[in-house]
């Protein structure tokens, strides 16, 4: 599907020769002299590096039209990590490169909005935290309260973490998806 560029929104996806990029902003600048054009920053879908780009107004550009699908994650087969339409109960396998960073923070039975397009994932969105358990770390030590202080875990999914010392094995705690850190221990 063909746009125009003067038509541009705030995440829109369009397919560029460059690949698939999400409007992260854009301008539209009419100078003095010359003709108008938009100036955008985009974001690569599948890399996430961003890249400034200027069109010329009322330039065609190609529109991705990206699928959004609630997913719950069901089980690992081998590379794949195997997930459920919530909608329409069909099964999808997902190679773990597609996930990407997703991969570290979900866990059997857990949602995720997989972005598809042209049958292909470009996109994982995850909850802002998800609530994962220590699978293995160091015994906190008595009376060692040095304010602050941390010790490495190592979390159901695989996922390494710094945690403060009172958290132990077997403790469930909340972790921010985009950062990677530990946010609190979990009831």
């Known amino acids: 599907m063909t746009v125009s560029t003067n038509d541009l929104k705030n995440g829109m996806t369009l397919d560029l020769s460059e690949g698939l990029f999400s409007v992260v902003e854009f301008q539209h600048v009419k100078p003095g002299k010359g003709g108008a054009f938009v100036?955008?920053?985009?974001?690569?879908?599948?890399?996430?590096?961003?890249?400034?780009?200027?069109?010329?107004?009322d330039e065609k550009v190609e529109?991705?039209?990206?699928?959004?699908?609630?997913?719950?994650?069901?089980?690992?087969d081998g590379q794949q990590f195997v997930f459920m339409d919530t909608v329409s109960y069909d099964q999808l396998n997902v190679e773990a490169a597609a996930?990407?960073?997703?991969?570290?923070?979900?866990?059997?039975?857990?949602?995720?909005?997989?972005?598809?397009?042209?049958?292909?994932?470009?996109?994982v969105?995850?909850?802002?935290?998800?609530e994962l358990t220590v699978s293995e770390t160091e015994p906190g030590l008595q009376g060692d309260r040095?304010?602050?202080?941390?010790?490495?875990?190592?979390?159901?999914?695989?996922?390494?973490i710094s945690v403060p010392l009172f958290?132990?094995?077997?403790?469930?705690?909340?972790?921010?998806?985009?950062?990677?850190e530990y946010l609190t221990r979990a009831q």
Do not use: C, H
């Open 167 to 180: 958290v132990n094995t077997g403790d469930r705690v909340k972790v921010d998806t985009r950062s990677g």
């Open 39 to 57: 100036r955008t920053k985009l974001k690569n879908v599948r890399t996430g590096a961003v890249l400034e780009r200027t069109f010329r107004a």
């Open 125 to 130: 969105e995850l909850p802002a935290a998800v």
């Open 63 to 76: 529109q991705a039209v990206i699928d959004k699908r609630p997913m719950q994650y069901l089980y690992r």
């Open 99 to 123: 996930l990407g960073e997703a991969a570290r923070f979900i866990k059997e039975g857990d949602s995720a909005a997989l972005s598809l397009y042209d049958g292909e994932i470009v996109g």
């Open 146 to 160: 040095v304010s602050g202080a941390r010790k490495p875990a190592t979390l159901e999914t695989g996922l390494v």
